[in-house]
């Protein structure tokens, strides 16, 4: 067991004084006093997360959170524990982990690594490597997206003797992170947050934006800012790339799949199938008997095709043994401390954005005057900036609400066309969290996975952050006067 620091001791105290006690400062302000209580939480808790530990810190979240007037424990553990969102992610570690149990992990890995585009150079992998996130993102929900991809870079690590902290490991998992969010802001494609403002705009204006027009504004914007996130990266991260210009391929035979494998494969693969191909075919195909079973797969949410998966996995057997033990899945292939991490976030999220705590209805009555009194370029520059702020503190969906809302609220006077891109910089902006552990569920699991660490994710993460402001903006706006 590590030891710990006098540093760490004195964040543990800095941090239960702003648990504990920073509900007792005299601070002026309309807010209520349980939101205050409640950013003193959030406060003390970060501070641990980034210099002390990510799981008992974590716990302790809960119990700070049950003091609060009007939050009820068992509401905060129903938050935390009793969503879609833990049971999704306890069940695809075990999914991925039959997986990496297998050789396709390892065979993809070497076949990335060598091939001919990515042997060019070690950057040239670093962005081929994003690209295919970017790609396939562009199709389906970041966090499935994530946790497709985590395994493949763990073998990847493993190929080219990438240990847990060094650079280029923390290159390649914030950037998963990154890329996956950056992917979900790039289309309306299985992605609810830009859905959500672009359905609030056309109820507010009669008006659609399309799929098409949404994309000719967020696919440039997105890749811009990607682009600019590796050079990001390259300046300020620096990371070590010996491993990719040492890597030494001997070339062998791997042989034929075994039938376990086959299995394992086939299984994964299904799970896949049942996140991705539903929802993107149930409105073609709506008024079929098809569509309607396709619609009805879809609702049950993504959860379900991984539990799928663990029955296969435990009732399918090879050589009259399951093909995947769920004891020893459990035990050696889920992120526990990752997890537990996940849970306190859903459980601070949902408190953050709770209508009787107040604080998004104080951020809202504070902000939208502000607002109102600005030209257009600091207007969009700032409900981008805080459409992309908020997402990375709290929930996404309630950040594509609340910030859409506010525009609409402040758009009888501007054009239609500046509003549309305001709304499609809020939709973006809603997807793009990735700095800290509140915002998505693979921003805690990275920060938890030991190639990189909360601290490095929040400041890479707010940094990409910036760069998806000024990218939407810079690229929205001439766009809009064409």
Not at 128 to 149: H, K
Not at 301 to 330: H, Q, R, W, Y
Request: some cysteine; proline content about 5%; glycine content about 8%.
């Amino acid at each position: 067991m590590k030891k710990r620091s006098v540093f760490q001791n004195v964040i543990i105290c800095i941090s239960f004084l702003l648990i504990f006690g920073f509900r007792y400062l005299p601070i002026h302000t309309d807010l209520s006093p349980s939101a205050v209580q409640l950013l003193g939480i959030f406060a003390g808790v970060l501070l641990m997360w980034l210099f002390v530990s990510i799981d008992w810190p974590s716990v302790l979240l809960l119990g700070a959170l049950a003091l609060i007037p009007g939050l009820k424990f068992s509401s905060i553990l129903a938050s935390a524990y009793g969503g879609s969102t833990f049971v999704f992610l306890l069940f695809t570690f075990v999914v991925t982990y039959a997986l990496q149990k297998t050789s396709f992990l390892k065979r993809l890995a070497v076949a990335f690594i060598t091939s001919k585009s990515a042997r060019r150079g070690p950057w040239h992998f670093v962005i081929l490597y994003f690209l295919s996130i970017l790609f396939i993102g562009c199709f389906i929900s970041p966090t499935v997206l994530f946790f497709v991809y985590y395994p493949i870079l763990e073998e990847i690590a493993a190929q080219l003797k990438i240990k847990k902290g060094d650079s280029l490991g923390a290159l390649l998992m914030m950037g998963t992170v990154i890329m996956c969010g950056i992917s979900s802001g790039m289309t309306l494609i299985a992605h609810a947050f830009p859905v959500i403002a672009v359905n609030l705009f056309a109820q507010a204006k009669g008006v659609a934006i399309s799929p098409l027009t949404y994309s000719l504004y967020a696919i440039p914007s997105g890749l811009l800012t990607a682009a600019l996130t590796v050079v990001m990266f390259y300046v300020f991260l620096r990371p070590d790339m010996h491993p990719l210009t040492d890597f030494q391929f001997v070339s062998e035979k791997s042989g034929s799949y075994s039938l376990r494998e086959k299995k394992i494969i086939a299984i994964f693969f299904f799970v896949v199938f049942l996140w991705v191909f539903p929802g993107a075919v149930k409105n073609a195909l709506a008024g079929s008997a098809f569509g309607a079973l396709m619609s009805k797969l879809d609702s049950f949410g993504t959860a379900m095709p991984p539990l799928i998966g663990i029955v296969l996995l435990s009732i399918l057997t090879d050589k009259g043994e399951s093909l995947c033990s769920l004891n020893d899945a459990l035990k050696n292939g889920v992120s526990w401390p990752s997890l537990i991490m996940c849970a306190g976030t859903l459980a601070l999220g949902s408190a953050l954005t709770n209508a009787d705590i107040g604080l998004t209805a104080w951020l809202s009555g504070h902000l939208s005057p502000l607002f109102a009194s600005l030209g257009p370029i600091m207007t969009l520059l700032l409900f981008t900036f805080w459409a992309a702020l908020q997402t990375n503190l709290s929930s996404n969906m309630v950040t594509a609400t609340l910030v859409a809302s506010a525009v609409l609220s402040l758009s009888e006077n501007l054009d239609i066309r500046f509003v549309q891109l305001l709304i499609i910089n809020v939709g973006m902006m809603a997807s793009y969290s990735f700095a800290t552990p509140p915002a998505m569920p693979c921003v805690a699991i990275a920060g938890g996975s030991g190639y990189t660490n909360p601290a490095q994710m929040m400041v890479y993460g707010f940094g990409a952050m910036l760069i998806g402001v000024l990218c939407s903006c810079l690229v929205g706006y001439p766009l809009m006067l064409i």
